[in-house]
């Protein structure tokens, strides 16, 4: 139906007749002349109705109203001197049209295409199909095409082979809850939506096919946020007879084609990098925004036997005592710093001291007068503090203090424009440790997952201290957001073993989920690692935005809700029977 695209038509065409299609963008009736925008994919293109020209058509025109889809024939003509439009690629000509004939007619719009960012997003979720008409969400989408088709084309080039993995497989919950699908072949026995395919990928290494990828479908049935779906897309990454240096190389490799041939930015590999460690401590965060300074500063040493006591009994029990030197912080109002005393407490500090130092090195702050001389000069001289700065500490357990200052660190950031938004700072943070220790449950969990492989010198930690043991994890961080993380896996069954010991795991649960992959490593796994990225994410930093939603073509609400099919919905008794499933009606609540 067309022969030309609305927006490539250029002086080149002038005289050419041309056949369009698409929707109408705007109307605007000038009397004895009918502009309309016509708007496909491509762009968009002016097109006059003139009744000299052609009456029915200009007649046609009069009852042409927003979004309807019509087909337009015509010819190609210069603009007259003083017409052209700059803004528009095809602003030099416009199209005198010699027939118009509507394809569907559309009714008045429950939202203005134009003018969507101040839509509440709910109603754009609603009539997605049209939020996605709007150029902006049209070249986010387009945006996605080209980062796939680039981690395609790289990893092709790289030897790498697409792999499939299965949709339905079983539930092996670690982490996040499984979206489960019940089996009617079966009855009582389900399958589930994968979270990751990373069980899979580890059997196509001990498979032999030593280097797979896939743009895949992940599932995770938990509580979101902007960068969070219930339904999700990953760059998946596994290589065998490899090290972290070989795959750090060749994902910096894939980030570089990526950036180069989405929006035309070199980036510049090698990436930076911090040990866990280092990002906890200076950064309060294991994807510190490395955009701006702010670094967290220990003065432990100096006040541990402070007449502060809130500082020496902190560090008496085991804790520390950090803090922020705010440069030119001293200026802020007294309301925006007692502001302050809320991040680092719902962050789960107890609250927050500060100072200002004045001319001369003094402390002005309801501290000082608990703090001698020699400690008031030590906290000066640690912090780099000058006049006018000001200076927030936090006395509590290590993690604790690590995230409220983190916290606390993004707040001001955020709040005193220190970020540069025209950055791209990437790191990567390594040396994880393996586990971390679950109060409430009263077990160790898998930092990553439980496929991790420890520090090769640290396996029988896993019998000894668990918590001690160093994983072979590496995280690749951008701007503040985790990009992918991945490892070097296990690929030794008694190692295995010992890994699922420690997670509290009976060898009996062990083999009940995991029988296949450990039957598997009788067979003769190569040592292989591997990543996996949020495509998403990745997708959403390229284009500017603040949430992935606006880079997946039909995303879900925070609350998991389908607003354009009304999923999730009830179904028909008479599917669930077939199913042999029953519902359970929550109990009323007692008054």
Not at 486 to 501: A, D, T, Y
């Amino acid at each position: 139906m067309k022969s030309h695209r609305c927006g490539e038509l250029n002086l080149a065409h002038c005289g050419c007749m041309v056949e369009l299609a698409g929707w109408v963008q705007r109307r605007r009736d000038h009397g004895g002349l009918i502009f309309v925008d016509l708007r496909d994919r491509f762009g968009v293109v002016q097109v006059v109705f003139n009744p000299e020209i052609d009456k029915a058509a200009f007649l046609a025109a009069e009852k042409l109203r927003n979004e309807f889809v019509v087909a337009v024939k015509g010819q190609v003509i210069k603009r007259l001197p003083g017409m052209e439009n700059p803004n528009l690629a095809t602003g030099e000509i416009e199209v005198a049209a010699h027939s118009l004939e509507v394809l569907s007619e559309s009714k008045p719009l429950p939202f203005q295409l134009d003018r969507a960012e101040d839509v509440d997003e709910s109603l754009r979720l609603r009539y997605r199909y049209l939020d996605l008409r709007r150029p902006e969400m049209q070249r986010n989408l387009i945006l996605r095409h080209r980062t796939c088709q680039a981690v395609r084309n790289y990893f092709n080039e790289h030897d790498f082979l697409e792999i499939e993995t299965p949709m339905l497989t079983r539930s092996t919950p670690e982490g996040a809850r499984d979206y489960l699908v019940p089996s009617r072949l079966h009855p009582g026995a389900f399958y589930a939506l994968p979270q990751s395919p990373q069980l899979f990928k580890q059997l196509l290494m001990v498979s032999g096919l030593e280097r797979y990828y896939q743009i895949v479908r992940c599932f995770r049935d938990e509580d979101l946020r902007a960068d969070r779906q219930p339904e999700f897309t990953q760059i998946d990454v596994e290589m065998s007879f490899t090290d972290r240096e070989e795959i750090i190389h060749i994902i910096e490799g894939m980030i570089r084609r990526v950036f180069r041939e989405t929006i035309g930015l070199e980036v510049q590999p090698p990436f930076p990098r911090l040990t866990y460690r280092e990002a906890m401590d200076k950064y309060g965060s294991d994807k510190p925004d490395l955009r701006f300074g702010l670094p967290i500063v220990d003065i432990s040493s100096v006040v541990a036997n402070s007449g502060f006591k809130v500082f020496s009994q902190a560090i008496a029990k085991g804790g520390v005592v950090r803090g922020l030197n705010v440069k030119g912080g001293g200026s802020l109002p007294r309301r925006e710093i007692d502001l302050l005393a809320n991040v680092v407490t719902e962050a789960g500090a107890a609250g927050l001291a500060w100072g200002i130092v004045e001319a001369g090195g003094e402390l002005r702050s309801s501290i000082a007068k608990f703090l001698s001389a020699e400690e008031v000069a030590g906290i000066l001289n640690a912090m780099a503090a000058e006049p006018g700065d000001l200076l927030c500490w936090v006395a509590a357990p290590l993690a604790v203090a690590a995230t409220a200052l983190g916290r606390l660190r993004l707040y001001l950031g955020e709040k005193l424009n220190l970020i540069d938004r025209n950055s791209w700072q990437f790191v990567w943070i390594v040396d994880w440790p393996l586990l971390e220790w679950n109060p409430e449950e009263r077990r160790y969990e898998a930092l990553h997952h439980p496929f991790t492989s420890p520090h090769p010198d640290d396996v029988e930690l896993l019998v000894t201290d668990p918590g001690k043991a160093r994983a072979q994890a590496y995280d690749l961080v951008l701007n503040g957001i985790e990009l992918g993380g991945g490892s070097i896996r296990i690929h030794r069954r008694e190692v295995q073993e010992k890994m699922f010991k420690a997670l509290g795991m009976s060898n009996e649960e062990a083999y009940a989920r995991f029988g296949f992959l450990l039957d598997a490593f009788d067979y003769g796994p190569p040592p292989h690692g591997g990543i996996a990225f949020g495509l998403d994410r990745l997708v959403m930093l390229l284009a500017g935005r603040d949430s992935i939603r606006d880079c997946i073509a039909f995303p879900k609400t925070q609350s998991a809700m389908d607003l354009l099919t009304q999923a999730p919905a009830q179904v028909a008794a008479s599917q669930l029977r077939e199913l042999h499933i029953r519902t359970v009606a929550e109990a009323p609540v007692q008054k």
